[in-house]
């Protein structure tokens, strides 16, 4: 069983729902994330999303989309980033840690010598943002390997012959995107939510993870009440993007903001 089902199993037992932050690794400068990491950890986070700079994230709000061109520009590469996850697994062991990212960087490296540097790295699971399950076989096989969960974004639009597609290749856990569009964008109809949520557990047995659009602990809280995790990203991304300049601070907001939502869906 990999960390991030010990993780939802764990967390189901005692009846608690999972806080999976979301941050682009690099984004405001190497050592700053390497602190972020750190201080979600210790704020309440039981996975995190590590985002792999990519130079046109699609999927991804204007937030995210200027935090993927910053790191971009500072050079910073898949390498550095699995440096900032070993770096953080010779302190912390137990909190999940997933790359969320594109295809292209995973390709330029190599399935199979990706997968290898992930798992030596400590990466527990992989979404690759624009790789639909039709083209996953070949990565998903050396993820395999190496004991990686390969998660999936299941959309609103999402049809039931493909859920049923995407129930026989993911692991780990599902990321429901709440809303259509980009990352950051729009209000949750929490209703919606929930009518998707019912749909998709016809097909899709894993825990699912709710994303896009939630904003604060009081929305947070609305969401895990049928789902298994709750996932926040464009708010800290904000933060970063706003206090980058001051260390102290910005880690001090995020690992605040970190600390409501885990109490609050809690």
Same mark, same amino acid.
């Given at each position: 069983?990999?960390?991030?089902?010990?993780?939802?199993?764990?967390?189901?037992?005692?009846?608690?729902?999972?806080?999976?932050?979301?941050?682009?690794?690099?984004?405001?400068?190497?050592?700053?994330?390497?602190?972020?990491v750190?201080?979600?950890?210790?704020?309440?986070?039981?996975?995190?999303?590590?985002?792999?700079?990519?130079?046109?994230?699609?999927?991804?709000?204007?937030?995210?989309?200027k935090?993927?061109?910053?790191?971009?520009?500072?050079?910073?590469?898949?390498?550095?980033?699995?440096?900032?996850?070993?770096?953080?697994?010779?302190?912390?062991?137990?909190?999940g840690?997933?790359?969320?990212?594109?295809?292209?960087?995973?390709?330029?490296?190599?399935? #199979?010598?990706?997968a &290898?540097? $992930?798992?030596?790295?400590? !990466?527990?699971?992989? =979404? @690759?943002?624009?790789?639909?399950?039709?083209?996953?076989?070949?990565?998903?096989?050396?993820?395999?390997?190496?004991?990686?969960?390969?998660?999936?974004?299941?959309?609103?639009?999402?049809?039931?012959?493909r859920?049923?597609?995407?129930?026989?290749?993911?692991?780990?856990?599902?990321?429901?995107?709440?809303?259509?569009?980009?990352?950051?964008?729009?209000?949750?109809?929490?209703?919606?939510?929930?009518?998707?949520?019912?749909?998709m557990?016809?097909?899709?047995?894993?825990?699912?993870?709710?994303?896009?659009?939630?904003?604060?602990?009081?929305?947070? #809280?609305?969401?895990? &009440?049928? $789902?298994?995790?709750?996932? !926040?990203?464009?708010? =800290? @991304?904000?933060?970063?993007?706003?206090?980058?300049s001051?260390?102290?601070?910005?880690?001090?907001?995020?690992?605040?903001?970190?600390?409501?939502?885990?109490?609050?869906i809690?």
């Open positions: 069983m990999s960390i991030i089902s010990n993780i939802f199993n764990e967390l189901g037992q005692s009846g608690k729902k999972a806080f999976i932050p979301f941050i682009t690794a690099g984004h405001g400068g190497l050592d700053n994330s390497e602190a972020l750190f201080s979600l950890a210790n704020n309440g986070a039981d996975i995190i999303e590590l985002g792999v700079p990519f130079s046109d994230p699609m999927a991804d709000g204007p937030v995210i989309a935090s993927h061109e910053r790191a971009v520009a500072d050079g910073i590469s898949l390498n550095d980033v699995l440096a900032i996850v070993e770096r953080f697994r010779e302190h912390n062991q137990d909190t840690i997933v790359l969320m990212g594109y295809t292209n960087p995973i390709e330029v490296y190599g399935y #199979k010598a990706f &290898e540097r $992930a798992q030596e790295a400590g !990466v527990d699971g992989v =979404l @690759v943002v624009d790789m639909p399950p039709e083209e996953a076989h070949d990565l998903k096989s050396e993820l395999d390997a190496v004991e990686i969960d390969f998660i999936f974004l299941v959309a609103p639009t999402t049809t039931d012959d859920l049923k597609d995407i129930s026989k290749l993911a692991t780990g856990f599902v990321y429901f995107v709440s809303l259509k569009g980009v990352t950051g964008a729009g209000n949750l109809d929490i209703d919606s939510v929930n009518h998707h949520l019912a749909r557990r016809n097909h899709i047995k894993l825990p699912v993870g709710v994303g896009f659009g939630i904003k604060n602990a009081k929305t947070a #809280k609305q969401v895990s &009440e049928n $789902a298994d995790a709750v996932i !926040v990203g464009s708010t =800290l @991304v904000s933060i970063v993007e706003q206090l980058s001051d260390k102290d601070k910005m880690i001090t907001k995020v690992g605040n903001l970190a600390n409501q939502i885990s109490n609050a809690n």
